[in-house]
């Protein structure tokens, strides 16, 4: 069976950070192309943060980066979020997930149930 978990979120003051993990089971975890992504009230979701297979390419959105770290151990299947320098706006449930294309039209992919990060005083 197939998880995914989050965990790490919470509620912090502005300027503050957290760190988001996210667990992977039941499948090749190492092979997967990982992500953050993120959706506030009434938005859409939108993707925070991503990392390839061994950890050597990272991405991130306009918004987050200089603030955010995607890191991935793949020997504990898990990846992670680092963020500093929270700011009202990033107040979303974030969601992990995992991707990986198995053909030129077919692509896995798995989410997890997301986790509420807050950033109020």
């Known amino acids: 069976q197939v998880q995914l978990v989050e965990s790490g979120g919470g509620l912090v003051q502005p300027g503050g950070s957290l760190r988001l993990s996210c667990a992977g089971s039941?499948?090749?975890?190492?092979?997967?192309?990982m992500s953050w992504y993120r959706q506030a009230p009434e938005k859409e979701r939108e993707l925070v943060a991503s990392?390839?297979?061994?950890?050597?390419?990272?991405n991130y959105a306009d918004s987050v980066k200089g603030r955010f770290t995607i890191s991935r151990d793949n020997a504990k299947n898990t990846v992670h979020l680092q963020m500093n320098s929270l700011k009202p706006e990033d107040t979303a449930v974030y969601y992990c997930?995992?991707?990986?294309?198995?053909?030129?039209?077919?692509?896995?992919?798995?989410w997890g149930q997301g986790t509420q990060v807050t950033v109020s005083s």
């Open positions: 997930e995992a991707r990986r294309r198995i053909s030129t039209t077919q692509v896995q992919d798995y």
């Open positions: 990392i390839s297979t061994l950890g050597g390419t990272t």
């Open positions: 039941g499948f090749t975890f190492s092979t997967f192309f």
